[in-house]
């Protein structure tokens, strides 16, 4: 064997030991740190944690159909018009010029502004109420199903550790 493929061998088997050797510690994990860290941290336990997430999420969206709520509108317009199109004979006085032409005549542009408000303010919905009692009972669930769930984790990583 050559000297320079005689220090690469020697490198390639000290260099590994060399590494791994510094700055690794050990962790013991006793029975009780399995089940825990199984409980806390599994795929499936923090599936469940966000179902429960979601069903608290939809428990405050159904708060909104027992709040009041406001609408508005403002709608802006500018538009002429022709008299003989109002359909209307608007009486003169006699020795008077009449008040529009009696031919027709194109009046505007006249502005004109519409602002519309609408405020519903619920006083006792049953069927608001109802949704929100079965989303509550939807949190319920989730959260049982999420101890449940860490419950069997815990014990699953138990049997696996023993």
Do not use: H, K
């Not at 009041?68 to 006085?93: E, H, I, K, Y």
């Amino acid at each position: 064997m050559t000297r320079p493929a005689l220090c690469v061998t020697i490198v390639a088997i000290l260099l590994p030991s060399a590494v791994l050797g510094q700055g690794t510690q050990t962790y013991r994990l006793t029975l009780g740190d399995a089940a825990r860290l199984a409980a806390e941290r599994s795929t499936p336990v923090l599936e469940a944690r966000a179902r429960v997430e979601g069903a608290e999420a939809r428990v405050r969206g159904t708060m909104a159909d027992l709040l009041p709520s406001l609408d508005a509108d403002l709608l802006q317009s500018a538009r002429t018009f022709n008299t003989a199109s109002f359909g209307l004979d608007f009486p003169t006085v006699p020795g008077q010029q009449p008040f529009f032409d009696p031919e027709g005549e194109v009046v505007g542009p006249v502005r004109g502004s519409d602002v519309r408000a609408r405020a519903v303010v619920p006083l006792l919905d049953f069927e608001a109420l109802g949704r929100r009692r079965g989303a509550r009972a939807n949190v319920y669930a989730a959260r049982e199903e999420e101890g449940a769930v860490a419950d069997a984790a815990a014990a699953s990583a138990a049997w696996g550790y023993l």
